[in-house]
């Protein structure tokens, strides 16, 4: 008897699993690789070069060291936001292995040959309506994932998922940013904004007490070229995150995703999820986690022997259910002709 597999192990989305279906990741996984580069990089010239040069600058109270502690400190924080929000299920809504019950009778315009069209009878709803905090909102049905999509939800073209709340797929992470790690993701690129103003900072004093010892800025930065390479790269680095940082507030603040925001540009519909600045920080920054929609490590044959019938199964059930009929009905007319043979040899025998 073949092992039962695992539902990661047969997984329709493009997405890649690590440590036995643990950790989930995007298609374009390979990107952290740069992004490490661009985090860990400056901070290990930081330290090798100038923090190493701060510790003897404040003996009195050991804040050389302090300096240093906070840098590693902070980046072993920022490395384990990135984990958080690359490596784990943003809200992967489930896909499905049969259309809703209210579709089965229908055919999806995707089977629909080229140049043909489906007959008006056979054309099924493409959007819902439902109502968000009292006003409308339309939902969509997902040809992919056989579901309609909830309210805020949008199907991922590169990770091939609908996730729940879309923002945007990010490629610095290698993952879809939605309703489970959103919140990571804004803790990220904001310590990471944070991580650069510290290194930024700390390699302008640097310079400053080389320019008190040798007497001219210039000739304290020819002593120590690393800070200055420091201070440019984080000050182009800073505008990209804290633009970015900036931006993502502005949304948390009005309650909006990336995806809505360039959608509504042209759109004039009022926003259903607004529900005060206040109220909107506190349900993105402090609300609890979700647990994920789907079980990864869950064994596949566990699902399937509990799901419903597929489409195919009911046309199935149905094809099998009428040749049981037109059986039936044929015996019976191969009855009704024996019958009316013997009752006319009775009669002509008499």
């Given amino acids: 008897m073949a092992e ?40 290990v010239i930081f330290c090798a070069l100038v923090a190493r040069n701060l510790l003897h600058e404040f003996p009195s109270r050991n804040a050389g060291y302090a300096i240093l502690l906070l840098v590693i400190i902070f980046t072993i924080y920022v490395l384990l936001l990135l984990i958080l929000t690359s490596g784990r299920d ?4 489930p896909r499905s292995p049969y259309p809703p019950d209210e579709l089965l009778g229908y055919e999806s315009p995707a089977s629909v040959e080229v140049g043909g069209e489906l007959p008006q009878n056979l054309r099924f709803p493409r959007f819902k309506e439902v109502f968000v905090n009292g006003l ?40 879809c940013i939605g309703k489970r ?73 009005s309650n909006q995703t990336t995806y809505e925001n360039f959608r509504r540009r042209m759109d004039s519909r009022i926003n259903a999820y607004d529900r005060g600045c206040k109220n909107n920080l506190l349900e993105i920054l402090c609300r609890k986690t979700e647990p994920s929609r789907i079980k990864l490590r869950s064994y596949i044959h566990l699902e399937v022997a ?17 040749a049981k009929v037109e059986e039936d009905l044929d015996i019976g007319n191969d009855l009704l002709k024996i019958s009316q043979r013997r009752a006319s040899v009775e009669l002509s025998g008499q």
């Fill in 136 to 175: 409308p909102v339309r939902v969509k049905y997902c040809d992919t994932c056989m579901v309609y999509r909830p309210p805020r939800c949008s199907h991922c073209s590169v990770c091939d998922n609908c996730v729940e709340r879309f923002d945007h797929h990010c490629p610095w992470v290698g993952q």
């Fill in 4 to 43: 039962p597999k695992r539902v990661y192990q047969v997984w329709k989305g493009n997405n890649k699993f690590f440590f036995g279906g643990r950790l989930m990741f995007g298609p374009d996984v390979g990107s952290l690789t740069v992004t490490l580069i661009l985090i860990l990089a400056p901070v």
């Fill in 306 to 322: 509990n799901s419903p019938p597929c489409r195919a199964e009911k046309n199935s059930l149905i094809e099998d259910r009428r």
């Fill in 181 to 253: 790690n959103y919140r990571s993701f804004f803790l990220f690129i904001s310590s990471s904004a944070l991580l650069c103003i510290i290194v930024f900072s700390m390699s302008a004093l640097h310079l400053k007490l080389l320019a008190d010892d040798y007497g001219t800025a210039w000739k304290a930065m020819k002593q120590s070229p690393a800070s200055v390479a420091l201070m440019t790269y984080c000050f182009v680095l800073l505008w990209f995150i804290g633009g970015l940082t900036c931006f993502h507030v502005y949304l948390m603040c």
């Fill in 90 to 93: 943003p809200g992967i809504v």
